[in-house]
């Protein structure tokens, strides 16, 4: 498994910006898939981001689709997560994640992701 380590969570204005980083450590990051997830008070954990182990292949959900861009640094074991136009119902705590199963793909389904970070708070005011 790999560790995973987020930052770059705040609070924003609706239609700010924010970068989410994950660092990655321990096996090899690039044999991974990596997701971004989020979990908002109250709601269910959905899925955000994936992109391949190669970069190639990256799904996003409809509601974040035009406004975040997921990338991917295996050089620098880290994958991004670039948040624009923020809307208040994009706060959620936000969770990177590796999935080795899943590494050609870009995965969106949780149970197939097998390491998690201990996630970071976005907070959007309105």
């Known amino acids: 498994q790999v560790q995973l380590v987020e930052s770059g969570g705040g609070l924003v204005q609706a239609g700010g910006s924010l970068r989410l980083s994950c660092a990655a450590s321990?096996?090899?990051?690039?044999?991974?898939?990596m997701g971004w997830f989020r979990q908002a008070s109250g709601k269910e954990r959905e899925f955000v981001a994936a992109i391949s182990w190669s970069g190639m292949k990256i799904n996003y959900a409809d509601s974040v689709k035009g406004r975040f861009t997921i990338s991917r640094d295996n050089a620098k074991n880290t994958v991004l997560l670039q948040m624009n136009s923020l809307k208040p119902e994009d706060a959620a705590v936000y969770y990177c994640a590796a999935s080795y199963s899943g590494r050609a793909y870009a995965v969106r389904d949780q149970y197939e992701y097998d390491s998690w970070g201990q996630g970071t708070q976005v907070t959007v005011s309105s």
């Open positions: 321990g096996r090899t990051f690039s044999s991974y898939a």
